[in-house]
C-alpha cells in the first residue's frame, strides 16, 4: 500500500510516506509549535515531494495512543478528515508503543517500549521482534514502574522517551538490557507506516477511529466525580 502516516502522540511531530516496505520521505521535528500548527502542513510537502496526492494513497495512519491528549487527537481528527474527504482510503489507528517497537524492529529479541505517563507511571508495552516482524507478547498498560520489573525476566531492548531513566535507575546492574539508540527512542511515522503494512486488516472507518489513552482523561475523572 501507499500510505500517509502522522504522529502527533508526543513532543515530536512526525509525517511519513511508504510504498509497500519502501520509505519514500520521512519528517520529524522536535517541536514547541502546537501540532495542529505544523502536522497538516508537513503532510501535504511529503506528498509533494513524493509527486502524490491524497487521492494517491491507499491508506492513512496515525498513533492512536498512549500519549499526550491533545496531540492525539489533533491527529486522529487530521487523518478522519483526510479520510472522509477520499472515501478509498483505509485508516488505522497505532498503538504508539507499538509503532515504538517497529522502529527497533531489527533487534531479534524482546522490546520494551516505556513512556512517561507521570511521577512514577509509565505507559508500556512488551512486543519481540524476529528482526523483521513485530507482535505484541503483553498487552499495552499504564503501570507504576516497579512493575516493569516483572516484564524483565531475560534480556530486553528499551525505547521510549524515559527509557534511559528507566534502564539507570531500575536496570543498572542488568548488562543484558539495553537501550535503543537515541535516533530510535522517539515517536516516528514510518514506524506507524510499517505497522500498519503488516496488519493491513486493521484498517477501520473514519468514524471507528479512536484515540487509545490507557488512563481516565481528566474530563473523565471530572464527570466521575460530579456523578457520585
Known sequence: MKILAIDTSGKTASAAVTDGWLLLAEKTVYTTLTHSQIILPMAKELLSDCGLNFSDLDGIACAAGPGSY???????????????????????????????????????????????ARKDIVYAGLYESDG???????????CAETELEAMADGALLLTGDCCSEIADTMFADREDIICAPSAMRLQKASSLCMAFEAAPARAVTPDELEAAYLQETKAEKDKAHRDK
Open 70 to 116: 491533545t496531540g492525539l487527537r489533533i491527529g486522529i481528527a487530521a487523518v478522519k478528515g483526510i479520510a472522509m474527504g477520499c472515501p478509498t482510503l483505509k485508516c488505522a489507528g497505532i498503538s504508539t508503543l507499538e509503532a515504538l517497537a517497529w522502529g527497533c524492529a531489527p533487534y531479534r529479541g524482546r522490546i520494551l517500549p516505556v513512556m512517561r
Open 132 to 142: 523483521i516482524t513485530v507482535r505484541n507478547i503483553l498487552p499495552d498498560r499504564v
